[in-house]
T-cell receptor, first 109, second 115 residues
Framework: RKEVEQDPGPFNVPEGATVAFNCTYS??????FFWYRQDCRKEPKLLMS???SGNEDGRFTAQLNRASQYISLLIRDSKLSDSATYLC??????????FGDGTTLTVKP | DAGITQSPRHKVTETGTPVTLRCHQT?????MYWYRQDPGHGLRLIHY???????DKGEVSDGYSVSRSKTEDFLLTLESATSSQTSVYFC??????????????FGQGTRLTVV
């Protein structure tokens, strides 16, 4: 079993839809959590950190459930420009990062 | 942007030749990683380092070796390149900042073609 597992996808949604991605992690001592976005043939870049109380950045909402060891990303009112691969990342308290395989989102007109 | 650079950015090499890719950081992050990414696939960890001269294997380490003689440099070597190693290679760093637990940063990638 992988340390970090994501919904396999792909997700194909129409513009304006709401879409949610889930990610589970196996190390209960994990300390920090993030969502990254990767555009085709480019390096992944930080989309948002995930805080224990949940956090929102515009149309994006991230949630953390430590008891069940999963994090989620909700995208509201999807735009064509949201089409990308979304990766969850989990850090140990020493700063070691483990990446999920990513979930591909395609938003269609 | 974090100070992480990869070199070269593009390389074409022949089967059987040795190839070394370099990752250089100016951020003093503890961890450094080498990933490969193939079309339609996620990132696959090749090797990572948790300090000078401290390295460990990832899920696809066969055919690759690494070295980290300084905090800022992490080298990936293909001892004898094969066509199956044609890929995009990403270097990443993590474990920095006052808590040593900031997010990871990626280099821009190296596109390697083995012919």
């Amino acid at each position: 079993r992988k340390e970090v597992e994501q919904d396999p996808g792909p997700f194909n949604v129409p513009e304006g839809a709401t879409v949610a991605f889930n990610c589970t992690y196996s190390n209960s001592a994990s300390q920090s959590f993030f969502w990254y976005r990767q555009d085709c043939r480019k390096e992944p870049k930080l989309l948002m950190s995930v805080y224990s109380s949940g956090n929102e950045d515009g149309r994006f909402t991230a949630q953390l459930n430590r008891a069940s060891q999963y994090i989620s990303l909700l995208i509201r009112d999807s735009k064509l420009s949201d089409s990308a691969t979304y990766l969850c990342v989990v850090n140990t308290n020493a700063g070691k990062s483990t990446f999920g395989d990513g979930t591909t989102l395609t938003v269609k007109p | 942007d974090a100070g992480i650079t990869q070199s070269p950015r593009h390389k074409v090499t022949e089967t059987g030749t040795p190839v070394t890719l370099r990752c250089h950081q100016t951020e003093n992050h503890r961890y450094m990683y080498w990933y490969r990414q193939d079309p339609g696939h996620g990132l696959r960890l090749i090797h990572y380092s948790y300090g000078v001269k401290d390295t460990d294997k990832g899920e696809v380490s066969d055919g690759y070796s690494v070295s980290r003689s300084k905090t800022e440099d992490f080298l990936l070597t293909l001892e004898s390149a094969t066509s199956s190693q044609t890929s995009v290679y990403f270097c990443a760093i993590s474990g920095g900042g006052p808590t040593m637990n900031t997010e990871a940063f990626f280099g821009q990638g190296t596109r390697l073609t083995v012919v």
